[in-house]
């Protein structure tokens, strides 16, 4: 992206273009970029598959709130009990079949002797 | 005939006949294809650009389901930091700018950087940088880059123990200009190697190098040279974000496995930084102020369409102020953004923004 105001720069290009992050699956199909250094057409196919989902599925709101939920991987309202931060990543992880560095830190925490 | 609603690169407004767009489009994609000995836009999809123009409405958008991976280069600063980052002062933490930008604002991924946006003054500091990355990631779902901008001049006197290649120059003393250049961009990537492992260390998801070239090709080396050891020895995803379209030739010789680096153009620097090992590229083709939005936008995906042509990795084209065909102010016009956002897209064939 950019340099430029709130509304001028990340507004618009959310608007116009993003995949709308935790609202749908943008979150995910980044997470395959970043780790399997994937382009945008087979990240896409490929968290479609994992979800069973379609592609166009991916960047529906309404579609990824209900999905989202129903997979405890993190939901953009704030919703009691729902898994959030280092959890929903946990979960996103396993869905994936990705490794998430800050998870990988907690679980060896968890599993260091006391 | 009809006239157009036209953004100029400095964001002023003129009112533009069709035939007059039309020609910009032509012209713009034309000069492109002429400095990057690349092929221009179709005509097809000059007609597509020319909708995109011609449309009344003050913003557009993709077809649905044509969105992509949007990532930043320290976007959430824009809430809490002063106008020169066009920020807009409001007072949240870091910490706090990045969950409104996933929770409330959609974003895909986000990125944690310091004001002082360069990884020379973030070495000193860097363990307040990783306490605040671990901050982040207890509360964020989205990929969290960290990022700062490799910045050689930084290393060059009166900032940095090195001599000015800017000062040397002038004065004919090519070959001071060009050891200086040198030892200052071995410093530099020892600086991004240093602070690229600690991120590593805090969990951060990946590392950004931004505004990359910005002082010609020996920062160009420095980085490839950080992204080559930190890719190969931590799991950071790393995204080069590059600072001009074309790799200035300050030192001129300079080469990355047998490559010369001056004078590339993002559809050569992106097999550079594939080389290297890095997971997104994000090319940038400068706005030219006094040319209209048109000529701008056709000129910038000429240059990313050929680029993600040639790449085998993600590529995310900077479409920030004064680059991209987004005009150079301090309040990026949403008609303008929103214009060059879907042409990246549906012409450009960008993996992301």
């Known amino acids: 992206m950019g340099v430029g105001d709130p509304v001028g720069m990340p507004m618009a290009h959310v608007l116009a273009s993003g995949m709308g992050g935790i ?10 970029q970043l780790h399997r250094k994937m382009r945008i057409s087979e990240a896409k ?67 260091a002797e006391l | 005939m009809p006239s157009h609603r036209m953004r100029m690169g400095d964001g002023r407004v003129e009112a533009m006949s069709s035939d007059k767009v039309r020609a910009d489009i032509l012209a713009g994609t034309e000069d492109a294809a002429d400095r990057g000995r690349i092929p221009t836009i179709t005509e097809q999809e000059r007609d597509h650009l020319f909708d995109l123009f011609a449309y009344p409405g003050r913003i ?61 003054p973030v070495k000193p500091i860097v363990a307040n940088e990783q306490q605040c990355m671990e901050s982040v990631l207890l509360g964020t779902i989205i990929p ?3 990022g700062a901008m490799p910045n050689l001049a930084t290393y060059a006197r ?63 080396l420095a980085t490839l040279l950080a992204v080559e050891e930190l890719s190969a020895n931590t799991h950071l995803s ?22 010369r680096l001056a004078g ?20 940038v083709v400068n706005t030219n102020t006094r ?5 701008n936008v056709a000129r910038a995906v000429t240059f990313v369409k050929a680029c993600s042509e040639a790449a085998s990795i993600p590529i995310h084209a900077n479409v920030g102020m004064g680059v991209g065909g987004v005009p150079m102010c301090e309040t990026p016009p949403v008609d303008a953004v929103t214009r060059a956002s879907v042409a990246m897209v549906e012409i450009g064939r960008v993996d992301g923004l």
């Open chain 1, 23 to 32: 609202r749908a699956a943008g979150d995910l199909v980044a997470r395959m």
């Open chain 1, 45 to 111: 196919a490929f968290v479609a598959g994992k979800l069973g989902v379609g592609v166009s599925d991916l960047s529906d709101e309404v579609v990824m709130r209900e999905l989202r939920e129903e997979l405890d991987i993190g939901v953009v309202t704030a919703m009691p009990g729902a898994a959030r931060g280092l959890a929903a990543k946990a979960r996103i992880g396993r869905l994936l079949g990705v490794e998430i560095a800050s998870v990988e830190t907690l679980r060896k925490k968890l599993n």
């Open chain 2, 60 to 120: 557009v958008g993709v077809e649905p389901g044509r969105e992509v991976v949007l990532s930043d280069d320290g976007v959430a600063g824009s809430l809490y930091a002063e106008q020169g980052d066009s920020g807009v002062g409001v007072p949240v933490s870091r910490e706090q700018a990045i969950r409104l930008f996933e929770r409330a604002f959609g974003f895909d991924t986000i990125e944690l950087g310091h004001p002082d946006y360069s990884y020379k």
């Open chain 2, 144 to 146: 969290v880059y960290y």
């Open chain 2, 158 to 220: 009166p900032d940095g123990p090195f001599g000015n290649p800017s000062d040397l120059l002038p004065e004919g003393k090519i070959e001071e200009a060009r050891a200086a250049q040198l030892a200052a961009a071995e410093a530099c990537t020892r600086d991004m190697v240093y602070v690229g492992r600690k991120m590593a260390d805090a969990g951060a998801d990946g590392l950004d190098f931004d505004t990359t070239a910005s002082a010609g090709d020996a920062e160009f």
């Open chain 2, 238 to 259: 790393i995204q080069v974000g590059m600072a001009a379209e074309f790799v200035l030739g300050m030192h001129g010789e300079v080469t990355y496995k047998g490559e």
């Open chain 2, 264 to 283: 590339l153009y993002p559809h050569q620097q992106v097999k550079l930084v594939e080389k290297a090992g890095a997971a997104v590229f994000g090319p």
């Open chain 2, 291 to 295: 040319r209209s939005c048109a000529w």
